[in-house]
């Protein structure tokens, strides 16, 4: 689940820091995955809002296929019905597999956990970690290093042995 930024301060240092985060994060995944057993492929995924049942995501899905060939005035009907829908968000997921064991690994939640000091998924407000970022403004590349280093280990670290 996205975090939720309360301020605009947050909003900015967030901007700022998402994109040399995700690519620290798949960087150093690229790097674990070079020494592990584990192989990795990448996969975009949609992320439902919790409760979400098939039949809506079944309904959701073809009225967002339907909207690719429908006249302007059906569009207009169609986003209509979707405000009232339950929208998933696009997500980004490495799936882990060794032998016959698999283990799939938010990206965007890890990406969240390194740029946020108290991101958990519970839709809670978050600061940014004002570490990553320099006196004038800029990433601290070192300090996103080192946090993205570690966050990344816990995730091999914790896999099961096989």
Not at 70 to 89: C, G, K
Not at 135 to 157: I, Y
Request: with cysteine; hydrophobic share 35%.
């Amino acid at each position: 689940m996205p975090p939720k930024i309360t301020n605009s301060a947050t909003w900015q240092q967030a901007e700022l820091l998402m994109q040399p985060t995700f690519i620290r994060v798949v960087d150093n995944i690229r790097k674990h995955l070079d020494t592990s057993l584990w192989k990795g492929t990448y996969h975009d995924v949609l992320i439902w809002p919790p409760g979400t049942t098939d039949k809506t995501k079944a309904m959701v899905t073809q009225l967002l296929q339907d909207m690719e060939t429908a006249t302007p005035a059906q569009v207009e009907d169609i986003r209509e019905h979707l405000a009232l829908l339950p929208i998933p968000h696009p997500g980004y997921h490495l799936r882990l597999q060794h032998q016959e064991q698999q283990v799939n690994v938010d990206l965007w939640d890890l990406c969240y956990q390194v740029c946020f000091l108290n991101y958990s998924a519970n839709n809670e407000p978050v600061d940014i970690d004002t570490s990553l970022v320099d006196e004038s403004g800029d990433v601290d590349w070192q300090h996103l290093e080192n946090k993205t280093q570690q966050l990344v280990k816990q995730v091999f670290d914790s896999l099961p042995e096989g």
